[in-house]
């Protein structure tokens, strides 16, 4: 009733043929490891192949971001406890009803190797458009949310950026922004424009 052949056992891979292949797979897999996602992923490039691709700019920039981010989560942790502040600028802090859309302009100066930390307290799917730019130089940006529920939440993020501008829709409620760090030798200042539905504006770090 069927009219496809069975194979004969001749026809069939023998064991050393099927342990050939296994070989020549596991050979193929580590080299793509070694060349691509090594380079790609962690910026770790020991054939100096990713570099010539752009695969291990790649890799770093992630790394770079990773650390940054996390650095972040860390000082969010800390400055959520009643200390006094230590940062030369004062805290800035503009309230207003939630239902009346609003504007602000905000400027932040870095010195090298500084961080600094802007958040709107927004309810979920409230929007704002933004733009920010840089004068003195460019400076490392990851923009993302947070409250007590979750702990991070990413929208975008970049490295050595002069300006960059958009619309950001609150995921959920609770406290959405801009943490930029220079990394340069010099001053930059980073001067921040909001329009839209949040409550407050303030710098937290």
Same mark, same amino acid.
Request: no cysteine; glycine share 8%; hydrophobic share 35%.
């Given at each position: ?17 099927? +342990? !050939?292949?296994?070989?020549?797979? &596991? ?11 090594? /380079? ?33 989560? @860390? ?6 406890? /009643? ?11 503009? @309230?207003?009803?939630?239902?009346? /859309? ?13 961080? @600094?930390? &802007? ?28 409250? /007590?529920? &979750? ?29 930029? !760090?220079? !990394? ?5 200042? &980073?001067? +921040? ?13």
């Amino acid at each position: 009733m069927y009219n496809t052949d069975l194979p004969n056992r001749v026809e069939l891979p023998s064991g050393k043929q099927l +342990l !050939r292949s296994t070989i020549i797979a &596991v050979i193929i897999a580590a080299v793509l490891l070694v060349t691509i996602v090594l /380079p790609a992923e962690y910026g770790i490039d020991p054939t100096r192949i990713g570099r010539v691709f752009g695969l291990t700019q790649m890799g770093e920039i992630k790394m770079t971001l990773a650390r940054e981010a996390e650095q972040e989560r @860390a000082n969010t942790v800390s400055t959520s406890q /009643p200390t006094e502040s230590k940062t030369t600028a004062p805290v800035q802090t503009t @309230a207003t009803n939630s239902s009346a /859309p609003k504007t602000d302009e905000m400027t932040v100066t870095l010195k090298p190797g500084e961080a @600094a930390e &802007v958040k709107l307290e927004m309810s979920k799917d409230a929007k704002v458009n933004y733009e920010w730019t840089t004068v003195g130089g460019a400076v490392n940006h990851d923009t993302h949310a947070d409250n /007590p529920q &979750v702990d991070y939440h990413g929208y975008s993020k970049g490295q050595q950026v002069e300006r960059d501008a958009g619309e950001l829709i609150a995921a959920f409620d609770g406290k959405h922004g801009w943490y930029w !760090r220079n !990394r340069g030798n010099s001053a930059v200042t &980073v001067t +921040l424009k909001t329009t839209g539905e949040y409550r407050s504006i303030k710098r937290v770090m």
